[in-house]
Structure formats: C-alpha cells, structure tokens
T-cell receptor, first 118, second 115 residues
C-alpha cells in the first residue's frame, strides 16, 4: 500500500523569505501523480501544484515549486517570497495512475502547518 | 460557477442519533469521496463512489453509510454506531481519469460535534 509522510508538523517563515516543506512517499508503482494542497483557516482545500511522476521536470506555479526526486521518493514544496496569505495547513498527496479497487485513490499526508511571520 | 457544496457547515449530534451530511457537485464528475479530518491525522478515506449506484468502503467506513442515487449527490450518514464522530468532514470529487484531470475538488467541509 502507498503511504505519504510529512515529518514537519509545523514550520515558520519570515515574510518575503523562502521555506521548504518536506514530503516523502512509498510506492511500488511506476506511474503516479503527486500534489500539494493548501488548507487556509477557511478550511477550503486548494490545489497548489501537481507533479506527474513520468515527467522529470519539476513543476512550478508562480512562487511555488517542487523538488521531485523519484528515486528517493521525495516531493518537497518550496515557497518563495512568502506572504501572509500563505499561512495555512499544507497537505502532500499521492494518486495512483492506475485504476485499482474501483477508483483512483488519493493518499494524504498528515499535513504541515505553515506560519508566516510579519 | 461549478463546484462542490457541502451542507450544513456546522452540525451537532446527540448521542444515539443518526445525522446526514450533504454533498452536491455540478462539475459532472464521476468519482466522489468522503474524508474525515482529525488533528494530526491528515485526511482519512471513509467511502468512495466511482459511478451512480455503486460505492466502496474506504479505510475507516465503520459507523458510516452512503448512497449514490444521482451523479451529483453523495450524502454521508453518520450512524450511532460511530463511537467518535466529532470531526471535520470533507467531500471531494474528480473526473476519475488521468492526465490533466487528476485534481480532486473539495467542498468547504462540515464540522460535526457530538453534544
């Protein structure tokens, strides 16, 4: 079974600085998708960035980028020029590319709470 | 605008009561999911449904039931058999296919409290 591990329950960053959130996963599958979701205080889950495992190039979305190391099964999120609005819980998630057990299952990590200091 | 609507936002349940959480989507998505969120435990899968009139148990289905009579709707019933129902519940949907359609869309959640 696949697992997703986020070892940092909480992180802090100074406004305008850069922070990296860690995520590791375990799978025996060769093709899959990885995601970072943001959950602000409103608790609405928002997709931040997505990475397809067969693509070697790291995904970027404006100030957000990932460091995807497939061999190491690592998928970290870098937030540059941190803003107060980035304060939230961040979840790393895995989704198989294969249709198993009747659906595509999403596996979530336990989350990292990011605090942004003014 | 397309999206997922969960209701109510807050729900209180007395001991021994069944309560139903609503989840409606107008995204024309095939797959729908229910997750439970507890502090420090991330999102845990309760039930999922890939098509109408079919659903499967997730990792923590005991004490919960669902139905999928319409593509747009996937209500979750928290029964009296669920011994610790106080939690935040999230409904999600996805097209259920690959490529650029892999994103899961979420509702705003329902906070259930046992009183």
């Amino acid at each position: 079974a696949q697992t997703v591990t986020q070892s940092q329950p909480e992180m802090s960053v100074q406004e305008a600085e850069t922070v990296t959130l860690s995520c590791t996963y375990d799978t025996s599958e060769s093709d899959y998708y990885l995601f970072w979701y943001k959950q602000p205080p409103s608790r609405q889950m928002i997709l931040v960035i997505r990475q397809e495992a067969y693509k070697q190039q790291n995904a970027t979305e404006n100030r957000f980028s990932v460091n995807f190391q497939k061999a190491a099964k690592s998928f970290s999120l870098k937030i540059s020029d941190s803003q107060l609005g980035d304060a939230a819980m961040y979840f790393c998630a895995y989704r198989s590319a294969f249709f198993t057990s009747g659906t595509y299952k999403y596996i979530f990590g336990t989350g990292t709470r990011l605090k942004v200091l003014a | 605008d397309g999206g997922i609507t969960q209701s109510p936002k807050y729900l209180f349940r007395k001991e021994g009561q069944n309560v139903t959480l609503s989840c409606e989507q107008n995204l024309n998505h095939d797959a729908m999911y229910w997750y439970r969120q507890d502090p420090g435990q991330g999102l845990r899968l309760i039930y999922y449904s890939q098509i109408v009139n079919d659903f499967q148990k997730g990792d923590i289905a005991e004490g919960y039931s669902v139905s999928r009579e319409k593509k747009e709707s996937f209500p979750l019933t928290v029964t009296s058999a669920q011994k610790n129902p106080t939690a935040f519940y999230l409904c999600a949907s996805t097209t259920g296919t690959g490529g650029m359609n892999t994103e899961a869309f979420f509702g705003q959640g329902t906070r259930l409290t046992v009183v």
